[in-house]
């Protein structure tokens, strides 16, 4: 059983930047950052391999930038040009699996999420 705590996260203001941060509590393989919006559904945000490649979802490409340290088993997030609708909790994924994995189904171990509240 993989344990995933987030943390950073907070309010921001439009334009602004923020990271993210979650530490898992031992070796995984593909990991993810998830995000869902009140009243809307669990979306991916990106997704990246114990090797580093990686996804991001259409709404993100070029502002959020998903990174991974493998020997810290810590996955991050850093977050630019933040918009209003990018304001969610923001949930850590893992899963044992070593290929890209984009969707939330397919993730076996999720962490308690963290807010992220972009003001305009």
């Known amino acids: 059983q993989v344990q995933l705590v987030e943390s950073g996260g907070g309010l921001v203001q439009a334009g602004g930047s923020l990271s993210v941060s979650c530490a898992a509590s031992?070796?995984?393989?593909?990991m993810g950052w998830f995000r869902q919006a009140p009243g809307k559904q669990r979306e991916l945000v990106a997704s990246?391999?114990?090797?580093?490649?990686?996804h991001y979802g259409e709404s993100v490409k070029g502002r959020f930038t998903i990174s991974r340290d493998n020997t810290k088993n810590t996955l991050y997030l850093q977050m630019i040009s933040l918009k209003p609708e990018d304001t969610a909790i923001y949930y850590c994924?893992?899963?044992?699996?070593?290929?890209?994995?984009?969707?939330?189904?397919?993730?076996?171990?999720w962490g308690q999420g963290t807010q992220v509240t972009v003001s305009s």
């Open positions: 994924a893992a899963d044992l699996r070593l290929g890209l994995i984009l969707g939330p189904e397919e993730y076996r171990y």
């Open positions: 031992g070796r995984t393989g593909t």
């Open positions: 990246i391999t114990r090797g580093a490649t990686t």
